[in-house]
């Protein structure tokens, strides 16, 4: 089954201690993003990558590193998380390099920073 | 910088009936693509229907129609004949037809469906 899985779905941890959210895809996409969801706010891009190895800002990075060694994994790292990075977080990923292309969502992760 | 609207925060309607769902953008682009995201209570990000600016003919899926009025930048959604599962929390979307593939998102409608 094509789709995009996140791990973990919920999460709960403390100020300062580093984590990493895994996105994963079995679709062969190129393009690959993250995104941010916030009561008030909707989405947000925090990362987007168009290939691997090529990663760039969105519009909410601070806080926030990416990687993209291989085609199919972004994971989204947060080296010292702080309270006002809790939020639902989505990875997404398209084909990429074409006028449109769907973009495909993964279920979701629930991030709480105590 | 892309800018989208979703002046109603919550809206009801009566099952069966026909709501609609308002968004408008700005843009100084000419080419871009506009979508309407479901999100029920399971966090899922559902595409519903994406309109091309370039055609004028308003998309439809089913029971799912948009009225695209690239003047007055705005897209709004219609539902007919509403059902329980329609339920869920409604975001516009846009999409410049170039570059980075960044979805920018209104804040979202929370639809209510009333039996």
């Known amino acids: 089954e094509a789709q995009v899985t996140q791990n973990p779905r919920y999460l709960i941890t403390v100020t300062g201690k580093k984590l990493t959210v895994t996105c994963s895809q079995n679709m062969n996409h190129e393009y690959m993003s993250w995104y941010r969801q916030d009561p008030g706010l909707g989405l947000r891009q925090i990362y987007y990558s168009m290939n691997v190895e090529v990663t760039d800002k969105g519009d909410v990075p601070e806080g926030y590193k990416v990687s993209r060694k291989e085609k199919r994994n972004f994971p989204l790292i947060l080296e010292s998380p702080s309270p006002n990075q809790t939020s639902l977080y989505f990875c997404?990923?398209?084909?990429?390099?074409?006028?449109?292309?769907?973009?495909?969502f993964g279920p979701g992760t629930r991030l709480t920073v105590l | 910088a892309q800018t989208v609207t979703q002046s109603q925060p919550e809206m009801s309607v009566q099952e069966a009936e026909t709501v609609t769902l308002s968004c408008t953008y700005d843009t100084s682009e000419s080419d871009y693509y506009l979508f309407w995201y479901k999100q029920p209570p399971s966090r899922q990000m559902i595409l519903v229907i994406r309109q091309e600016a370039y055609k004028q003919q308003n998309a439809t899926e089913n029971r799912f129609s948009v009225n695209f009025q690239k003047a007055a930048k705005s897209f709004s959604l219609k539902i007919s004949d509403s059902q329980l599962g329609d339920a869920a929390m409604y975001f516009c979307a846009y999409r410049a037809n170039f570059g980075n593939e960044k979805l920018t998102f209104g804040t979202g409608t929370r639809l209510t469906i009333i039996p």
């Open positions: 997404a990923s398209s084909l990429g390099r074409m006028p449109y292309n769907e973009q495909f």
